[in-house]
């Protein structure tokens, strides 16, 4: 699953965003667990891009900058609600496998024969 790829579209879902908004965002709101370099961020958004999940749209600021903002597509909700289903999915079996008390049978250890 891709964890970047989740969170940057989730993040879109709420609003067309530039990068440095989405690194900066994804540290905020996660209390700095969560950093993203650029080195990560653009390829994620390259790839995103490529499948049609997001579109992009140059604003100029200033004489001569340009600020590049991305906006989720509706292929790219979809997206979004695949990853979200994946996530609860592996979280749930995560914690099942974490609170479980279950001590494996020596014979269970050995595998299959």
């Known amino acids: 699953m891709g ?4 969170l940057v579209l989730y993040l879109l879902d709420k609003n067309d965003l530039y990068g440095y908004q989405i690194t900066n965002l994804l540290k905020k709101l996660s209390d700095g667990k969560v950093v993203v370099t ?7 958004l390259y790839k995103l891009l490529n499948k049609g999940y997001i579109s992009d749209r140059e604003v100029p600021i200033g004489k001569r900058r340009m600020r590049v ?7 790219g909700r979809q997206r979004l ?10 979280t749930v079996g995560i914690a099942a496998i ?6 494996l049978e020596e014979e ?6």
């Open 3 to 6: 964890t970047v790829e989740m």
């Open 69 to 75: 903002y991305y906006h989720l597509e509706d292929m």
């Open 81 to 90: 609600s695949n990853l979200l289903e994946d996530y609860e999915e592996i």
């Open 38 to 44: 650029e080195a990560t961020l653009y390829p994620t």
């Open 98 to 103: 974490l609170t479980s008390e279950v001590i």
């Open 108 to 113: 269970d250890e050995k595998g299959p024969e």
